[in-house]
């Protein structure tokens, strides 16, 4: 809360600090700490590297080919920091995607380019997979421990702040300093989180979803006279896992772009990952 006290005098919108409070959504922020692969224990939450299977769950194929494994989380380890209780209580969700082509993920034909995986047993079922094949294109990614902590997310035009257009533009820089901050260096943190607002690149990542899920229904020009009906509906998902282009990581979503993994409300506590959606959005 101190970090946010001087980002609202510095953004000078401390005037403003009770409404902003209420338009915080919390999220599980994601720091990857550089580790050998060989030192984290199997089951951990980790970015990369090679993903720690049961026996029944495989490596998802796609166009002929693998996914590349992105990241696992073990949610037992990042319970702790789900304000809202969205979560479930324990398991390990495995995340998966075509790397080389890098579908955008809203065309029917991008179907498959990712897969979430779900394993709610014991880590002692586990085992380190190696990759099934490696070649000059496709191989693992560099592996890093994960660590959580509580992250702090905004909407781009909360309902309850009444700002006028210097505010409005101090709310943006604020905005987008709380939810990818820089260090000391000007360099800034790569947003890896769960939960709460999508740091959206285009549109409305929620909306955009919506709009593309059902474009059959809407029509090639249907989101604005739906927008209504896709509000309503995009209020219905939930952000369960967003990962940034990162250097360290090597990894570069079309121009500096970002990866979003969404689930409906009802979904997420069924435990029904395999109806996750995705997209991606870049500049």
Request: charged share 30%.
């Amino acid at each position: 809360m101190e970090n946010l006290d001087l980002l609202l005098n510095e953004f000078e919108l401390f005037n403003k600090k009770q409404e902003i409070l209420l338009a915080i959504k919390p999220a599980i922020g994601i720091r990857r700490i550089e580790e050998s692969e060989d030192n984290i224990p199997i089951g951990a939450s980790k970015l990369g590297g090679s993903p720690d299977l049961p026996p029944h769950l495989e490596f998802p194929q796609y166009d002929n080919g693998f996914l590349t494994f992105l990241a696992q989380i073990n949610l037992d380890e990042a319970k702790s920091f789900d304000v809202d209780n969205i979560l479930p209580e324990k398991g390990v969700l495995y995340f998966f995607y075509d790397i080389i082509e890098q579908p955008w993920g809203f065309d029917k034909e991008d179907n498959g380019c990712f897969k979430i995986l779900y394993f709610d047993g014991e880590n002692s079922e586990l085992t380190r997979s190696n990759y099934p094949e490696i070649t000059d294109e496709y191989f693992p990614l560099q592996s890093f421990k994960m660590e959580f902590f509580q992250h702090h997310t905004l909407p781009e035009d909360p309902e309850c702040l009444d700002l006028d257009e210097e505010e409005t533009d101090n709310y943006w820089d604020f905005r987008s300093q709380v939810m990818q901050p820089y260090d000391e260096h000007e360099n800034a943190f790569p947003a890896h989180y769960m939960l709460g607002e999508p740091f959206n690149i285009q549109n409305d990542v929620f909306e955009e979803i919506i709009y593309y899920g059902n474009e059959d229904k809407y029509g090639p020009d249907g989101w604005k006279k739906n927008e209504l009906e896709i509000s309503a509906k995009s209020n219905e998902l939930v952000l369960l896992f967003q990962i940034d282009s990162d250097d360290d990581l090597d990894v570069m979503w079309g121009d500096a772009g970002m990866l979003y993994f969404c689930i409906n409300k009802n979904d997420l506590q069924a435990k029904q990952f395999d109806k996750v959606e995705f997209i991606l959005q870049c500049y």
